[in-house]
């Protein structure tokens, strides 16, 4: 290059157009331009192949490990294994599961996944004395918990010193178990730790109350003595859940 | 590469193996899927739709909700959507065989909708939402579809499909009430119907944390 | 060359045949008409697209504007934007590029350029037909594919005669050699029609049962980026960074290896837009895997390129062309190289369903194609009306304008995009608070969407002043570097 600002490098490749007369015909940006572009034959770098070569291997074991093994049935790579499609194996239902489950399904709402609620609407669950036992001066049990679940609460409720003036819904549509199920979720999640609550027992509250149409209220609540299921000699002990079942899956 | 017939079978091969694989396949393998028998009900899964539902996903087609909204559920760990209460399972092919036009969709501008239709069950919940959706979730970005709506006088007796409850700058004034023009029903009928809650062979739900 | 030998079909020694200045003017010439009517038509659909995106940007951000209106709601503005910039813009802009393009290197003129104008004017009727039905709600909400089934036969029929009068010019070219720029126009050029007619066929005009569709919208609208726009945007950059410094290609077997792996990859791309979504696992690995060979074709050009500008940089201080090109191909670069990311699942789990992926698509559309095609017309318009561009001044506010837009835009798409999509995934999070994190960014893009607007508005104005007043007094070139001008204004602007 003769000077860095001379992007005239190459030579002109246009069959001297001074001497031909057609030029006038043709504008000036056309005869200004260079030739048309070609090709160089640089090699491709080595490093270049190499790399290409690394990343076609690690797409085989790629497509090996999440191909599902290439079924029409198979929709989570992570399920299965080579060996056959989505097989499903049976398992004990736990109750904390299926508690969380249907939790996400009806509770969430209000009650967040995280189950500390909404700040001056809805309840926290965490801790609360109206989940887990708080201590003597604690007058909710776990038959005050079941009633509210069965026939709802309204009116002005205080959880861990705070008031709360909404209305939850009745959810007396859900099963027994479904219910004793939610319960048992939400009493051994977030840091709660208390025992199961069984479906016999939901059975007994409903049975108890089936005259009752209107949701709880606390004052009405309060009347009624507290009782803890692992106290109730009449219920029989429920199965203790298995902690955590591992998941079903077939080595992938 | 000077020859041109040699350049267009290479074009054509590589196009080919790619149109095999995405386009062929599925037209042979996902477009002819059947509905299974519910040993419970005696019905079938997914459940059939009602006429209204199939008539809002026309409505919801033409005001474009899926630029928005998606409708699928997702595997965890890759999501946390059934941690987050989208659905209790991943999406799969056999939940859309009831779509026209199955709204997957790209965007969560605003919430997955594959099962709008169990987290909210209140036909009238959803009007006023559509209506306008600050008046029952205050920062709601959502636009509000007014147009699909019409205000008219009180003649005599409220009319049934009324909205109830309305409140903000566009509640009507006394005398006044709102009511849903077909295409507003029809696309409520249709968030109602987004139900995936049924239980699929081919989509376990997850049975462990 | 006429050797049947295979061998000779892979020889590298053939040489471009001379093409002289009066051969190029006569061929330039015959391609005025249609690539003019298709530049100006383009121009006018980008500044209408983008006034309705910037609309759709501002009504995510203030949801009570316009809302009473049923035609300008969010949900038909948004589709209406992108096919306006799509199918109004983008593929008339290539279209215009590939048939001087294609006319130059195959040197042939362009005959019966009647029919061309005739397509282009069918072209825009149908533009007009589908945005209309969007916009009265006839829209058919299949991403990309949102025109009512009563436009997209118009357009097909257009699309079909450009097609076949382009391929034809290959059939009758002169020159033996086949440049690299020419395989891109004659694969691109095969493989749209072939993509929009399947695509129509199973979605829009009989659509298959539901389960099967996202499959094959996926695949279309990847592949329109993929295998229409990448390859004319790349054609493009191929013809013009060699034509305006004046050197050849870096290497022809690079050119070759980028091809080919561009041709098998990309195709098998769509999948990735559906991860975790409701299909068979073994399509959404591939694709992952098909978008992480991505790597390949796209470094392969990205050396090319670059290693055929080294030491002419300087070249950019003068050429408006070759800024906006070389923008163009770093941004080709950027935006594989962050699809190829985005595909990976554990990323994607955080950036699918959220504004990171508009960015990326506006870093793909504008920050590569559109900004590779404003070059071209820099390039090509001069040569079609026999004028120079009345203002290097003004072409540089174009440049900045458009730059300083589409990086704000993209950086403040991709940070909302983050923390919306962390928002998502954490299961302590609200809903809500994805939104609060992208508010603050989705402002922000609103406002780039005006900076956009002023580089388009300042590009029309001077194409419009090209129309009216073609050989215009201006002599010498509009090149940027006045303080250079004897030198450059013998070369190429």
């Not at chain 1, 992570?78 to 398992?91: M, T």
């Not at chain 1, 106290?231 to 077939?250: D, F, S, W």
């Not at chain 3, 191909?329 to 595909?343: D, E, I, K, N, R």
Request: hydrophobic fraction near 45%; proline fraction near 7%; aromatic fraction near 12%.
């Amino acid at each position: 290059m003769s000077s860095p600002n001379t992007p005239q490098e190459e030579p002109f490749n246009e069959s001297q157009p001074e001497n031909d007369e057609n030029i006038v015909k043709v504008h000036a940006s056309i005869i200004r331009e260079r030739e048309e572009p070609r090709a160089g034959y640089e090699p491709i770098p080595l490093w270049l192949i190499t790399v290409f070569f690394a990343i076609i291997f690690w797409a085989g074991i790629y497509l090996a490990y999440n191909s599902g093994g290439f079924s029409k049935e198979v929709y989570n790579p992570e399920l299965v294994s080579w060996q056959g499609g989505g097989a499903s194996v049976s398992v004990p239902p736990d109750p904390k599961v299926i508690g969380k489950r249907l939790f996400t399904q009806n509770c969430v709402v209000c009650h967040q996944t995280s189950g500390l609620g909404v700040a001056g609407q809805f309840p926290t669950l965490v801790e609360s004395e109206w989940v887990i036992d708080a201590g003597p001066d604690d007058w909710v049990g776990d038959n005050h918990l079941v009633r509210v679940l069965i026939h709802g609460l309204g009116g002005p409720v205080q959880v861990k010193g705070v008031t709360y003036n909404n209305a939850m819904p009745p959810w007396s549509q859900l099963k027994d178990d479904q219910i004793a199920a939610i319960l048992t979720y939400i009493r051994s999640e977030w840091g709660n730790n208390e025992p199961p609550i069984t479906s016999e027992y939901v059975q007994t509250i409903r049975e108890l109350t089936k005259d009752r149409t209107e949701p709880w209220t606390q004052k009405d609540l309060k009347a009624i003595p507290p009782e803890k299921i692992q106290e109730l000699g009449a219920a029989p002990a429920p199965a203790e859940p298995a902690t955590t079942v591992p998941a079903a899956q077939p080595a992938a | 590469m000077n020859k041109l017939p040699l350049i267009f079978v290479g074009i054509f091969l590589t196009f080919t193996s790619a149109w095999i694989g995405l386009v062929a396949y599925p037209t042979l393998n996902l477009a002819n899927v059947e509905p299974i028998p519910d040993e419970e009900t005696g019905g079938v899964l997914p459940p059939t739709t009602s006429g209204m539902a199939i008539a809002g996903q026309k409505v919801y087609a033409s005001a474009g909700c899926m630029y928005c909204h998606s409708q699928q559920v997702r595997w965890a760990p890759l999501s946390t959507d059934i941690a987050k209460g989208l659905g209790t399972r991943q999406t799969v092919a056999r939940d859309y065989i009831r779509e026209k036009v199955a709204f997957l969709g790209t965007m969560r501008t605003g919430p997955d909708l594959s099962n709008i239709g169990v987290r909210q069950t209140d036909a009238n919940w959803h009007h006023l939402h559509l209506f306008e959706p600050r008046t029952v979730t205050e920062w709601s970005i959502m636009p509000s579809y007014r147009y699909l709506y019409k205000t008219q006088k009180i003649s005599g007796q409220p009319s049934n499909d009324a909205i109830q409850g309305l409140r903000g700058p566009h509640a009507p004034k006394p005398g006044y009430e709102v009511v849903p023009s077909v295409d507003a029903k029809a696309l409520v009928a249709y968030m109602l119907s987004l139900k995936k809650n049924y239980k699929l062979p081919e989509s376990p739900e997850p049975t462990a944390k | 060359m006429n050797s049947p030998s295979l061998l000779s079909t892979i020889n590298p020694a053939t040489e471009p045949d001379k093409l002289d200045s009066v051969e190029r003017a006569e061929i330039d010439a015959s391609t005025r008409g249609p690539v003019l009517l298709f530049f100006g038509t383009a121009i006018f659909w980008l500044l209408m697209g983008s006034l309705l995106g910037l609309i759709s940007a501002w009504k995510i951000t203030n949801p009570g504007l316009f809302d009473s209106i049923s035609w300008l709601t969010f949900g038909r503005l948004r589709p209406a934007h992108l096919n306006l910039v799509a199918y109004g813009w983008a593929v008339p802009a290539a279209i215009g590029v590939g048939l001087w393009l294609t006319a130059r290197l195959c040197r042939v003129p362009l005959l019966h350029a009647k029919l061309l104008i005739s397509s282009a004017i069918v072209w825009n009727l149908g533009i007009l037909v589908g945005l209309s039905g969007i916009l009265i709600g006839d829209g058919r909400s299949i991403e990309w594919l949102e025109f009512p089934a009563y436009a997209t036969p118009i357009l097909f029929i257009a699309y079909a005669c450009i097609s076949v009068w382009t391929i034809i010019m290959f059939r009758f070219r002169k020159s033996g050699h086949i440049y690299v720029s020419q395989w891109y126009l004659f694969a691109a050029f095969l493989w749209f029609p072939w993509l929009y007619a399947t695509a129509n066929i199973l979605l829009v005009w009989q659509p298959v049962q539901g389960p099967a569709q996202g499959a094959i919208n996926w695949w279309y609208a990847h592949n329109v980026l993929g295998l229409w726009f990448t390859p004319i945007g790349l054609a493009a950059a191929y013809y013009f960074i060699p034509k305006v410094i004046g050197r050849p290609i870096h290497s022809y077997y690079l050119s070759i290896l980028g091809f080919w792996s561009l041709a098998l990859f990309y195709s098998w791309n769509g999948m990735h837009h559906l991860i975790g979504g409701p299909f068979p696992a073994w399509m959404v690995s591939a694709s992952v895997v098909a978008s992480v060979m991505m790597f390949i074709p796209v470094i392969t050009t990205a050396i090319n390129h670059h290693m055929t500008m080294k030491g002419h940089f300087e070249a950019l201080n003068w050429s408006p062309t070759l800024r906006f090109i070389v923008f163009g191909a770093v941004s080709y670069t950027v935006v594989s190289l962050q699809g190829t990311f985005m595909a990976i699942p554990a990323l994607n789990s955080i950036t699918h369903f959220t504004d990171y992926t508009i960015g990326h698509a506006h870093l793909g559309l504008y920050a590569f194609f559109t900004m590779i095609m404003f070059g071209s017309m820099y390039y090509i318009v001069p040569r079609l009306v026999g004028g120079e561009w009345p203002c290097a001044n003004l072409i540089r506010w174009h440049f900045w304008l458009s730059a300083v837009g589409i990086i704000l835009m993209v950086g403040a798409l991709t940070l909302g995009g983050l923390l919306q999509g962390l928002a998502l995934y954490d299961v302590a999070s609200t809903f809500r608070s994805s939104i609060e994190f992208a508010t603050p960014f989705r402002v922000l893009r609103g406002i780039s969407g005006f900076i956009l607007m002023g580089g388009q508005l300042v590009f029309a104005y001077l194409f419009v002043q090209m129309l009216l007043k073609p050989g215009s007094q201006k002599k010498s070139p509009a090149h940027f570097d006045k303080s250079d001008n004897s030198s450059n204004d013998s070369v190429a602007i």
